[in-house]
């Protein structure tokens, strides 16, 4: 079986897509992945404005998974892996979220106020 997967072209979209790549190996022997990266219009806009502030605004999270959605629905791919984050609240109509990969421990941050360091704790 040959599944083709969307996925940006940034360093962490890659490496997030990586990771699921090994682990769907792992769980159905002999599929084939290929990887498709699909530049998005916030990609475009972040290589044309390398000063500018990072796309945040209101309105702006569709930049980054637009050129995705429309990929999965010309079936040019069979699915995407993104960052939720990323989302819009609503995904276009005829397509779901399939799956979330098993998250890691959350509890990896440590936040000191006034310039505190984890030996001053």
């Given at each position: 079986?040959?599944?083709?997967?969307?996925?940006?072209?940034?360093?962490?979209?890659?490496?997030?897509?990586?990771?699921?790549?090994?682990?769907?190996?792992?769980?159905?022997?002999?599929?084939e992945?290929?990887?498709v990266?699909?530049?998005?219009?916030?990609?475009?806009?972040?290589?044309?404005?390398?000063?500018?502030?990072?796309?945040?605004?209101?309105?702006?999270?569709?930049?980054?998974?637009?050129?995705?959605?429309?990929?999965?629905?010309?079936?040019?791919?069979?699915?995407?892996?993104?960052?939720?984050?990323?989302?819009?609240?609503?995904?276009?109509?005829?397509?779901?979220?399939?799956?979330?990969?098993?998250?890691?421990?959350?509890?990896?941050?440590?936040?000191?106020?006034?310039?505190?360091?984890?030996?001053?704790?």
């Amino acid at each position: 079986m040959k599944l083709r997967m969307g996925t940006r072209g940034s360093a962490l979209a890659r490496a997030q897509s990586d990771q699921l790549v090994e682990k769907l190996r792992a769980a159905v022997p002999g599929v084939e992945v290929e990887v498709v990266v699909i530049t998005t219009s916030g990609d475009r806009f972040a290589a044309a404005n390398p000063d500018a502030a990072p796309v945040q605004a209101e309105g702006t999270k569709g930049l980054f998974v637009k050129e995705i959605e429309e990929a999965l629905l010309a079936g040019k791919i069979d699915f995407a892996v993104h960052s939720a984050k990323d989302l819009p609240a609503a995904l276009a109509p005829g397509l779901t979220i399939g799956a979330y990969p098993e998250r890691e421990d959350p509890r990896d941050l440590l936040i000191v106020r006034g310039g505190g360091t984890l030996n001053s704790l």
